[in-house]
């Protein structure tokens, strides 16, 4: 019976995006079976996200989940007491994958107005930006922005708690999610690890020991899945409390990811163990900075072979649903500032008025703007993740890189019209020339 409803409630999504139905409306497939005692969500989600390889590990199952079904294992959800679901269905509502975001998110959010979109997300205002606080500046991975942010609303006792990540000692490109309490701990997470590091995690943590008035970091995947847990139609306890006390959301930048195996081959080019990479800045190549000192550069392209395939399923380059969105975009010690919110923009005058920042306008940098934009448009433009092809699928054609999967969107094409980019060619068995023939 549990299971026979289950398997209507997905034929219904199906059925929904078969028939080209509003993206808006696919929720409704599981929403209409909330008054009448729900069905098993955690199933319906293992099978049309995880299981086809298309979770982005942004955690917002595992974090709104009432009973604790899921453990986060290799940047995904497992359904390790997949029998204590109780039908509530949150973590199917939560989930960024399944459906583009509720239409009334931007109400939700509270927009600053008047509210523009250039193609980079609803903003009130931009700039370029820099902390003063030169401890920041000198830990920070552009302009320190997001720490100087963190940092003073602590202070300023605006959150007490920040979601951030921090770095594993022995292999620095890599972190895990933390919940940081003092403006040290909030230093320490600074820098970007171009991994993938679950910092929403630390939310599960932050509610259980009630730490609040919270501020949130993380990439824009993770951006929508707080939003997509705070304002959730199912309105119970769990999502109350997000709602409530996460204050500031702050989005950075997101082309992809990559995975473990490219620190790994980069620390072997390189020739030092893992721990010796401290930083990475990607700024049309990798700018790499060494434990002995020592700066090294390495071409983006040969690291781009270990884009994280999961990132293709992902439709947010600028955290268009963050409070702030910041990133470094070929700028040098400086942030891309977005502000969007009326909770970013008092955050933000906080600073400001503190003398924590100095800032420059957009036109001082204008390729940075004009990149923004294009690079949005290739991930707003994709095919909703729903309706792209499973990670099985993408290794039969044999692409799997989440950055070169489609192609048209250079010239803003719209989604029906974008095509899978062909397998790559047969390598041909290389045929030995005359003078290799001729020599001994
Ligand atoms: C995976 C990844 C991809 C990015 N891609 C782009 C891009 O394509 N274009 C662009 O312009 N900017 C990108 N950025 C953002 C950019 O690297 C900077 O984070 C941003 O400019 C803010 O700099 P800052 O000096 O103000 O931040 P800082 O003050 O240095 O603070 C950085 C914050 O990021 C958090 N953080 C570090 N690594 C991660 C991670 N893997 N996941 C989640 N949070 C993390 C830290 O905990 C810290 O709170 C990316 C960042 C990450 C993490
Ligand atoms: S994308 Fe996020 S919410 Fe969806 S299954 Fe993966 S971790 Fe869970
Ligand atoms: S590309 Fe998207 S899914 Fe991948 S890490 Fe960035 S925000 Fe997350």
């Not at 942010?149 to 895990?176: C, R, S, W």
């Amino acid at each position: 019976m549990t299971q026979d409803l289950t398997k209507e409630v997905q034929r219904r999504y199906h059925r929904l995006l078969e028939e080209g139905a509003n993206p808006n409306e696919w929720a409704y497939a599981w929403r209409s079976e909330y008054n009448r005692g729900g069905f098993k969500a955690v199933d319906f989600l293992m099978e049309e996200v995880v299981n086809p390889g298309k979770c982005i590990g942004c955690a917002a199952c595992l974090t709104i989940c009432p009973v604790d079904v899921f453990d986060y294992v290799n940047e995904k959800p497992q359904d390790s007491r997949n029998s204590a679901c109780v039908f509530c269905e949150l973590c199917v509502d939560a989930c960024p994958v399944l459906r583009p975001t509720d239409t009334d998110l931007p109400r939700q959010m509270q927009l600053r107005e008047p509210s523009i979109d250039d193609g980079f997300g609803p903003y009130a205002y931009a700039v370029l930006a820099r902390t003063t606080r030169e401890y920041i500046l000198n830990e920070g991975q552009d302009g320190g922005i997001c720490s100087a942010l963190a940092i003073h609303g602590m202070q300023t006792g605006a959150f007490k708690g920040v979601v951030v990540g921090n770095e594993d000692p022995d292999n620095p490109q890599m972190g895990y999610a933390q919940l940081a309490t003092t403006p040290e701990e909030v230093l320490v997470s600074a820098r970007s690890r171009y991994s993938y590091q679950p910092n929403t995690l630390a939310l599960v943590e932050a509610m259980e020991q009630g730490i609040a008035p919270l501020a949130v970091v993380g990439v824009p995947c993770q951006v929508d899945g707080v939003r997509q847990q705070q304002f959730s139609s199912i309105r119970l306890d769990v999502a109350e409390w997000y709602r409530k006390n996460i204050v500031l959301v702050i989005g950075l930048f997101c082309s992809e990811a990559f995975t473990e195996a490219g620190i790994d081959w980069l620390a072997e080019d390189l020739g030092v163990p893992k721990r010796d990479i401290t930083n990475i800045n990607i700024k049309g190549r990798l700018e790499i900075k060494l434990r002995d000192g020592r700066e090294e550069t390495r071409s983006l392209k040969a690291f781009g072979k270990f884009a994280r395939p999961a990132c293709l399923y992902c439709m947010d380059y600028a955290a268009d649903n963050a409070d702030i969105g910041l990133g470094g975009i070929g700028l040098n010690g400086w942030t891309f500032t977005v502000i969007r919110t009326e909770a970013g923009h008092r955050a933000w005058q906080a600073l400001l008025e503190a003398g924590w920042v100095e800032t420059k306008e957009l036109d001082e940098a204008p390729k940075s703007k004009e990149l923004l934009v294009r690079l949005s448009r290739y991930k707003r433009n994709r095919p909703l993740p729903a309706l792209m092809p499973t990670h099985l699928e993408r290794e039969a054609i044999g692409n799997l890189d989440p950055k070169h999967y489609y192609r048209g969107w250079e010239d803003g094409c719209s989604a029906k019209d974008w095509r899978p980019l062909p397998p790559p060619p047969p390598k041909k068995k290389k045929t030995k020339s005359k003078s290799e023939e001729s020599t001994p």
